[in-house]
């Protein structure tokens, strides 16, 4: 997951101590509730309480769709995890992911007035998570999950979302997936690439890069020009060392066995892996007009710096703030919920993603707004080879 809302290539220096002081200043944590409905009067509290509140009750019992009527379920998203995956961190448990969750409930709140409450789950068995979200249905419009590790996240938001009537949406994969794919669209677009022969090679099957293949295949590449790599090497058919169900189905027929021998003459590199795992020689093996997203956290695959370094003709995306291109899911997860909410969907589905891919590429194509660019010191950045992504 990369949520930083800084300024567009804004060098920022936090101490740990800035850091903890802006969390325990005045009341601790970064959320609290207020009420919608004035308070003041004894009247006020009975209508809000009983015997007021009896009529309402009634009304949903007769018919539930009136929950968002009456409720905020219409406007209410429960950002949930169990910390076996938080940031960059790992596995700290539960407790731990509160600042992050809460943090992301903020971000709902700041960039498309989404009520959410943050949930932290103290199990790290998948069943024991399913069986404890599962019942939450009625009290919200969505369900938002996050740090989960993976392949479990697979198993996790695959059965919430056949048990629920909600969207379930697991950010670190599909929001990551969206934001990237919408960098790629218009990365294609100003090298003049068509989908169906374009190749791409993605470093990382963990979540994020599972959800990535899934996405662009949707939207049109061809699956045996998709490469999957991971810590072993290329995932293609027949392999058995460090398989699962996900990775299976992107495996390939393909005699190529590492990332380096991928990469030559490939079009487009994603990776979701590690610091240092794209090499310089590894770019200019690549095709002419390469594009990088080098997403890994907090490193890249490989710097901007050294990508250029390497060739002169490479478009490049990071996580990073302090670089053009930065794939930031506070693009996304806001508005995506945002818009589901809004027309009380029951799921967030492919069509979803990629009209949301494409809303934000098409973004990127349009000038700057005003308040814009005040947010960002009045940055007002161009569609181009430094821009394919939206602030």
């Known amino acids: 997951m990369n949520d930083r809302v800084d300024a567009p290539n804004a060098r920022f220096s936090i101490t740990d101590q800035e850091a903890l002081q802006f969390h325990s200043r005045g009341r601790p944590g970064k959320l609290e509730i207020m009420p919608t409905k004035p308070m003041a009067t004894q009247r006020d509290l009975s209508l809000a309480y009983s015997p007021g509140v009896a009529v309402p009750v009634k009304s949903i019992a007769a018919d539930p769709s009136t929950a968002f009527d009456y409720t905020t379920r219409g406007n209410m998203v429960a950002v949930i995890s169990n910390g076996t995956a938080i940031l960059g961190l790992g596995n700290l448990g539960a407790l731990a992911s509160k600042p992050v969750m809460e943090g992301k409930a903020v971000l709902f709140k700041r960039f498309a007035d989404v009520d959410s409450i943050d949930l932290e789950v103290g199990t790290e068995d998948p069943d ?232 934000l590429a098409n973004l990127a194509r349009e000038d700057v707004p005003d308040e814009v660019a005040a947010a960002y010191r009045g940055a007002r950045p161009r569609y181009g080879r430094e821009y394919i992504i939206p602030v």
Not at 142 to 150: C, H, P, Q, R, S
Not at 320 to 338: A, C, K, M, T, W
Request: negative net charge.
């Open 128 to 359: 024991e998570f399913i069986n404890a979200v599962k019942y939450l249905g009625p009290s919200f419009g969505g369900i938002n999950l996050e740090d989960i590790k993976a392949p479990e996240c697979f198993y996790i938001e695959e059965r919430l979302r056949e048990m629920m009537d909600i969207p379930v949406f697991h950010d670190d994969q599909h929001g990551t997936a969206i934001i990237a794919a919408a960098g790629m669209i218009n990365a294609m677009d100003l090298t003049g690439r068509d989908i169906k022969t374009t190749r791409l090679v993605c470093n990382g099957a963990g979540a994020a890069g599972i959800a990535c293949l899934d996405l662009i295949k949707a939207m049109g590449f061809e699956p045996a020009n998709v490469i999957l790599c991971d810590t072993k090497g290329v995932v293609y058919r027949g392999r058995q060392e460090g398989m699962n169900q996900w990775k299976s189905a992107h495996a390939i027929e393909t005699p190529l066995r590492t990332l380096e021998d991928a990469l030559k003459d490939a079009d487009i590199f994603f990776g979701l892996s590690a610091k240092g795992a794209l090499t310089p020689d590894m770019v200019r093996s690549m095709a002419p007009n390469p594009i990088i997203f080098a997403m890994a956290n907090p490193d890249p695959e490989i710097t901007p710096e050294d990508a250029k370094k390497a060739r002169d003709d490479v478009i490049i995306a990071t996580g990073r703030s302090d670089y053009p291109n930065q794939v930031n899911n506070v693009l996304g997860f806001p508005y995506i919920f945002r818009g589901a909410l809004d027309v009380r969907a029951k799921t967030i589905n492919m069509e979803m993603k990629i009209a949301a891919a494409q809303a």
